[in-house]
């Protein structure tokens, strides 16, 4: 009876342990989601967001999660999801994942072709759902984009949106030609994001336009 007693101890003590384990491997896991302007001109960027989520392939580790969409005139679908992925915690298994993830991005980059409008609100609720849902520890949204939203008459999204813990970091963010007309249009833009993403409880907000320093993505992250 004793001995009995003690194997079921045992099992739900390895079962509660398994879990814990699981629990923590989520909470040690980061999730990025990147999303990629398809608007006007900045279609033309699309060879620099390939250099972006290279870099991200390369840095995201097995067990973590990788999610790139598209940003157009209405941006809050699923439909919008180019490629994701939950790497396996096996390093050739990830590899193998990464390796597709890539292959299918190429292929969505090469035949980008520019939108009349852009719903980035739409695309950061978007992004915030799928983060929220892998139960990642550190989550991450990147805006490749100019981050000029445009939106057609009946698109609402004029409303307080929720980032809560999510690091918020805008890659690329190209000048317009007003911009240069008035670089203060420029600055306003930003400063407008960053006011918006606070708001919505980001963990942080960063820019970031030199491709060549991308590892200052997950600085201090």
């Known amino acids: 009876m004793m001995m009995r007693t003690f194997l079921c101890s045992a099992a739900v003590l390895g079962l509660a342990l398994a879990a814990t384990g699981c629990v923590d491997s989520r909470s040690q896991a980061h999730a990025v989601y990147m999303l990629v302007d398809n608007s006007g001109t900045y279609a033309r960027e699309a060879g620099k967001a390939r250099l972006v989520i290279n870099y991200l392939l390369g840095t995201l580790r097995p ?45 969505y980059l090469r035949g980008v072709q520019g939108t009349a409008y852009t719903d980035i609100t739409g695309a950061l609720i978007q992004g915030a759902e799928f983060l929220n849902e892998t139960g990642a520890g550190r989550k ?9 939203e445009e939106l057609d008459k009946v698109t609402v999204r004029d409303f307080p949106i929720r980032l809560d813990n999510i690091r918020v970091v805008a890659v690329n963010v190209t000048k317009l030609s007003t911009d240069n007309i008035d670089p ?38």
């Open 63 to 107: 067990g973590d999660s990788f999610a790139v969409a598209r940003v157009q005139s209405r941006s809050f679908s699923e439909k919008d999801i180019v490629a994701k992925a939950m790497f396996d915690t096996r390093p050739s298994q990830a590899n193998t994942q990464k390796r597709a993830f890539r292959d299918k991005t190429d292929a």
């Open 140 to 148: 991450t949204i990147i805006i490749f984009s100019d981050m000029q």
């Open 184 to 221: 203060r249009r420029y600055l306003g833009r930003l400063e407008a994001w960053q006011k918006r993403v606070q708001a919505a409880g980001a963990a942080e907000w960063k820019v970031i336009n030199d491709i060549e320093h991308l590892d200052a993505i997950f600085a201090n992250s």
